[in-house]
Every structure is written in C-alpha cells, then in structure tokens.
C-alpha cells in the first residue's frame, strides 16, 4: 500500500503553458505573483516563465492594477473585509503598494463606513451579554479581526450608544 502518494508535476511545453496560463487568466483576474507560481508549477524554466509573464501582460491576460480593483471590491463587497485585511492579503500576493493605495482608495467611504455599521449592529444584536461593556468590545474584536480600523470600530460603537 503506497503512502499518500502525490500527485504527479505536470512539465508542459512554453506553447502549451501559455494557452494554459491565458484560460488561467481569463477565468478570473490574477496577480502577477500567481501566474508565476503556477508556471513554475508545469515545469518551466525562470527565463521561459518570465518571458511568458511578458506576452500574457502585453496581450492583456495579466494586469496587476486591474487585479487589485476587482480584489479588493470583491473581498469588501462579498466577505465584508475591512481595509486592513484587505492590505495585508494584497501584500500576500506581492502587489505593489501604490496599487493596494490605489485599489483601497476604490472604496466609497460612505458605503465602507455604513458596512462597518451594520456590522457592528448584527453583531451586537446577536450578543447574548447583558454588560454592554463585554458586548461592545467583543463587536469591536469581530470587526477589527475583519479588518476594520480600530479607531473607525470605537467611533462608531462610541456613535451608536449616544
């Protein structure tokens, strides 16, 4: 009986790895950092992948800008990820700071703080405690965890109980 046996590496042609890595691409946006793992991964050489980088980003498969927009939209829209995971998982995948500054300026402020509210206000509703000092700061601890700025957390939990 063999012992967890891996799965095989697949050694695909430059040819071949490029009609790959541009299906890759276009099933949903990618950052630079991913491609290039996933090259590496089909056996490629560190000159033929970067070679191939270059004409998925000339032939528009691969853009490190537009990555990030739809990143960091997505994870604030759908996971309700606050600005400071949402930094810290760009930064994951190596992108640029001036692209995360930029990506995290795409966030309306009014829509990103009323998020932030209602946040805060299920999770209060849901808390069982009866000490509204236990409640408030477990609702901030879900919320900064989520990656909201603590100092955005306090104002508003400080907003709600006037």
């Given at each position: 009986?063999?012992?967890?046996?891996?799965?095989?590496?697949?050694?695909?042609?430059?040819?071949?790895?490029?009609?790959?890595?541009?299906?890759?691409?276009?099933?949903?946006?990618?950052?630079?950092?991913?491609?290039?793992?996933?090259l590496?991964?089909?056996?490629?050489?560190?000159?033929?992948?970067?070679?191939?980088?270059v004409?998925?980003?000339?032939?528009?498969?691969?853009?490190?800008?537009?990555f990030?927009?739809?990143?960091?939209?997505?994870?604030?829209?759908i996971?309700?990820?606050?600005r400071?995971?949402?930094?810290?998982?760009?930064?994951?995948?190596?992108?640029?700071s001036?692209?995360?500054?930029?990506?995290?300026?795409?966030?309306?402020?009014?829509?990103?703080?009323?998020?932030?509210?209602?946040?805060?206000?299920?999770?209060?509703a849901?808390?069982?405690?009866?000490?509204?000092?236990?409640?408030?700061r477990?609702?901030?601890?879900?919320?900064?965890?989520?990656?909201?700025?603590?100092?955005?957390?306090?104002?508003?939990?400080?907003?709600?109980?006037d």
């Amino acid at each position: 009986m063999e012992e967890g046996r891996a799965k095989p590496k697949v050694i695909l042609s430059p040819e071949q790895a490029l009609k790959r890595a541009q299906r890759y691409c276009a099933y949903q946006e990618r950052s630079q950092q991913e491609v290039r793992d996933k090259l590496y991964s089909w056996g490629l050489h560190r000159r033929e992948v970067e070679s191939l980088l270059v004409e998925l980003i000339s032939d528009g498969f691969l853009k490190e800008e537009r990555f990030a927009h739809a990143f960091a939209g997505g994870k604030f829209r759908i996971k309700k990820w606050g600005r400071v995971r949402i930094e810290q998982a760009l930064k994951g995948k190596q992108v640029s700071s001036p692209l995360i500054r930029q990506a995290l300026a795409g966030i309306d402020d009014r829509e990103y703080r009323k998020t932030l509210e209602t946040l805060l206000r299920t999770r209060l509703a849901a808390s069982k405690d009866s000490d509204p000092f236990i409640r408030n700061r477990k609702a901030a601890d879900y919320a900064i965890r989520r990656g909201f700025e603590p100092e955005l957390v306090w104002s508003i939990l400080r907003d709600q109980e006037d």
